[in-house]
């Protein structure tokens, strides 16, 4: 597989699928086309396994949507640290389903993500940007 790529000083902008190369250096990642589902997610953890920046379009469907969000924030088996990027500052997507878009503010949507992903159990505060297009999750 190939990707197609803009590089410059730690930032990816991927286009198509990716390779198998390991990119350690990597710190900025943005995802300009919509996921297939979370599985994606583990492949572009292991191929940028640094990633501090990151930006995906998760799938359409609700329930493929949730599984990625979940998968961004899962933690390991201590709860200690974030399973797939343990050195994420920073998250964005797009919102594409109709019950995220019902939120009215950004405490409305930081209360949505710690009753459905593993951020209740982290363990420094933050910050959910929420508008009626994207949420924005920093650390």
């Given at each position: 597989m190939k990707i197609n790529s803009f590089s410059l000083n730690n930032f990816?902008?991927?286009?198509s699928s990716i390779n198998s190369v390991i990119q350690r250096s990597v710190r900025y990642l943005i995802v300009e086309r919509r996921l297939i589902d979370e599985k994606e997610i583990f492949n572009?953890?292991?191929?940028f396994p640094n990633i501090e920046y990151l930006k995906l379009l998760f799938p359409f469907e609700k329930c493929s949507y949730i599984r990625c969000l979940k998968s961004i924030f899962a933690r390991n088996e201590n709860l200690e640290q974030l399973y797939i990027w343990p050195k994420l500052m920073n998250f964005s997507t797009e919102i594409c389903f109709e019950q995220l878009d019902l939120f009215n503010n950004d405490n409305e949507m930081y209360d949505w993500l710690i009753e459905?992903?593993?951020?209740k159990y982290h363990p420094h505060?933050?910050?959910v940007s929420?508008?009626?297009s994207s949420i924005s999750i920093s650390f």
């Open positions: 990816l902008l991927a286009i572009f953890a292991h191929q459905h992903t593993d951020l505060p933050f910050h929420y508008s009626f």
